[in-house]
């Protein structure tokens, strides 16, 4: 049995390149797999491997300057969710294309799983998914609004210029673990916004915590990595992935005239080229060639 770790803070960090190399020696080639991205504005990571390794490894990362990890999400699964290690050096760990925004320091009201059933059924709240299209389309919280967007960066656009909101409307937002939902608050208390809350740890939180006959959550969650999406039991989900477009896929996607493995899909069928396509297949077959001579 494997343990995924998932866990972000926005706090002020400095010298990254020598944080980096200070995460990559604490690592020290455990068995411990995914990927750690640390910015200006914090740190944001999931991993997975035997529990007593992460959690030596996560005692080390505490003992670095600016970064204590405060809430950890923790799941169990039968295998690795990741297949490399990679620590990476960005602009921002949840990219949202607005400049520096201190989210550490001004961020929307943190609200427990077991209060937010009660926040969201208030008449006067309106309730924004703030993950993209992709992964709303496969589970949501009942009557939240789906931004439409591909990418996070597209958030901004879509409050501003097609939503059109009150600043006096009272807001709550949620992602999948609560690294989006804060940074997409803290921009929304920048634009003006008096009453903005955000659900603590996000969606796995919440299923971590609800009894499934008390979860107001709709459908499965959309994660980034090999399981693709979980149920409300945090176990793998019934979607896999489409590695042309990366968007999950049904079992009634891939019956359908558009499905060839790793080419296309319904999704992207009609969005990349014959000449893409060719390239794709040849990927595809170059990667079952790779398998074949491992097993």
């Known amino acids: 049995m494997y343990s995924v770790y998932s866990f972000y803070e926005f706090s002020s960090l400095k010298d990254l390149p020598d944080l980096k ?23 944001n990571g999931t991993i997975s491997g035997p529990k007593k ?64 059933n009660e926040l969201i059924k208030q008449p006067d709240i309106l309730l924004i998914d703030t993950r993209n299209e992709y992964e709303c389309n496969i589970g949501q919280f009942k009557g939240s609004i789906n931004p439409k967007t591909q990418s996070f960066r597209e958030f901004p656009e879509v409050i501003e210029d097609h939503l059109k909101l009150d600043r006096d409307q009272r807001l709550a937002m949620y992602c999948t673990g609560g690294i989006r939902c804060e940074k997409a608050s803290s921009y929304m208390l920048k634009l003006g916004f008096k009453e903005v809350y955000q659900l603590k740890g996000g969606i796995l939180n919440y299923l971590k915590s609800t009894p499934p006959e008390a979860s107001l959550w709709q459908g499965e969650c959309f994660v980034f990595d090999e399981r693709v999406s979980v149920n409300e039991s945090l176990k793998k989900g019934t979607y896999d992935m489409c590695h042309a477009c990366r968007s999950p896929i049904s079992d009634q996607d891939k019956n359908s005239a558009h499905y060839i493995k790793g080419v296309s899909c319904p999704n992207c069928y009609d969005m990349t080229s014959q000449e893409r396509k060719l390239r794709f297949a040849e990927r595809e077959k170059q990667f079952e060639l790779r398998k074949q001579r491992s097993m």
């Open 53 to 116: 390794a992460i959690d030596a490894f996560i005692e080390s990362i505490r003992s670095l300057p600016g970064i204590l990890l405060p809430t950890i999400k923790i799941f169990e699964d039968a295998s690795h969710a990741f297949k490399r290690f990679k620590v990476k050096i960005k602009n921002e760990i949840v990219t949202l294309g607005k400049g520096q925004m201190d989210v550490y320091k001004n961020t929307g009201t943190l609200v427990e799983p077991d209060q937010w």
């Open 21 to 43: 190399k200070q995460l990559v020696s604490f690592h020290g080639g455990a068995d411990i797999l995914g990927t750690i991205l640390i910015a200006s504005e914090g740190i």
